[in-house]
């Protein structure tokens, strides 16, 4: 049985929905929020960007489309809410497969846009947003600052990844191709930000 | 004369309106904005929820197609605006009245979602965001934690109203019996959360 | 060479995207954000109320549509970015002209939803969405209550100037001119607002 990219992705998506709930749930730790609280801030985490990027594109929203979504999601994070009471867990086991769920979202939030002819700034951008929008609206319920505003590269990564794509699929690349190759480009570039804490210059007054 | 039950729920939507804006002008009342900030707060305390599934459903948002929500909800807001300058209000009021809008917007949202066909699990948390989704957007503005992330059930009591709602429905009973006795459940279920205060489990780590 | 009102009306908000950007990129300097935390408070400022309108109303979002208005918005915040290292930049060069962008904002965003057939309530909202939504946004990404609930009329001349337009529309002005006068009236109004220090009432009690 060979999987076509759609299916590949659709459920590598799944997969990551399980990794994002899971480490969203444990972004929100110090808030101490009810179990409904945790399943609103895995639901932001894992979901909130492709959300947006829905409704900013008037696609239909891909998880009521699609319920699965919301199940893979809430088992990550009804997992992750009971096996805190049992293991210590750490936010750093998810650095690598979070990386690796940046490289997915983006390339899929690139391709929706591409796929409702959105040009190549705003399909980028759209990107990106899938990639990070979820994190901005997990830190705005948690009441704090955009991580992704600070950080190493996170979007820049994102960011980057989705034009070499567009770039690789205007020139005739196959698209699993450029999927993968973008894709573990944004991989390989975040956990590099990490590794040797690649920044973005701040803000700074003369 | 006689009311349909798409009539009873419309005016007791509107009804409702006043009574969440009135709500959430008293949840504000620390922030002592101004007049329009009153006003913006009500209408996403009031209205904040339905939007929000309106545009992931892709409906017609409500309160575009009639704006007597508006006027309703901004009704109660100019009203509990004037009057906390000539009487003390108490938050205590609203409790009873805010169980019975927390039924009535779940089940209208639940309906909602059911009528552009969307699954179960779809259909009953869209039910929820319609009735917590305004709460949520008021915190955010107040810049402080979502009270319903960690307070007696309110979110637990609109999801299992909304699962009853469906259940109803699925086993063949008429509409307007399902969304009373599925309404008149979330009610009371959260009035006895408050009385025996019952919460969820919170996050917690070994 | 005689340009429409439409394209006057185009071009002054492609300038006025510039213009925002930079101020929201002054309003957050406190926050020392990176450079994409600065594109993304840029264009929730420049774009935010916009893309809320046209979400709200169902339209196709204008920067979609069009990526001039990203490429616009993004010039105006890198500008500013690195401007900043080299010369003291003030928040108060920015009074007038976003009194302007005001006033401009507010009559797109009413014609807007006149065009797809709001009433006069939910257009005047509208325009004011477009013209202060933006501020909101930036101001939840910068974890501080909103500065248009508390200040000099800001939302107020917005609404007098939305309510205006529709007023001049309906006594079938022409839509140039109404533009104009309601324009020009919503930026005046704002500037002796912050000239007399006009505020409207804020919530108080017994």
């Not at 947006?52 to 199940?71: E, K, N, Q």
């Not at 096996?83 to 940046?102: C, E, H, N, T």
């Amino acid at each position: 049985m060979v999987l076509s990219t759609a299916e590949v992705m659709y459920w590598s998506t799944m997969f990551a929905s399980i990794l994002s709930a899971s480490a969203g749930v444990l972004d929100a730790r110090s808030k101490q929020f009810d179990l409904f609280g945790i399943m609103i801030i895995a639901f932001c985490a894992a979901l909130g960007g492709g959300t947006l990027r829905d409704t900013l594109l008037d696609r239909t929203v891909f998880w009521v489309a699609d319920s699965s979504y919301l199940i893979f999601t809430w088992f990550g994070a009804l997992a992750t809410f009971f096996l805190a009471r049992w293991i210590k867990l750490s936010g750093r086991w998810f650095v690598v497969p979070d990386a690796a769920a940046l490289g997915l979202y983006t390339v899929a939030g690139t391709q929706a846009a591409l796929g409702v002819g959105a040009d190549m700034l705003v399909a980028s951008f759209m990107g990106v947003i899938t990639g990070v929008a979820g994190g901005i609206l997990r830190d705005i319920l948690l009441n704090q600052d955009p991580l992704v505003f600070q950080g190493q590269w996170y979007a820049t990564a994102a960011w980057s990844g989705s034009l070499l794509y567009i770039l690789l699929i205007h020139n005739d690349i196959n698209i699993g191709a450029a999927a993968l190759i973008a894709g573990i480009f944004i991989f390989l570039l975040r956990l590099s930000a990490i590794r040797w804490n690649l920044v973005l210059p701040r803000y700074k007054e003369k």
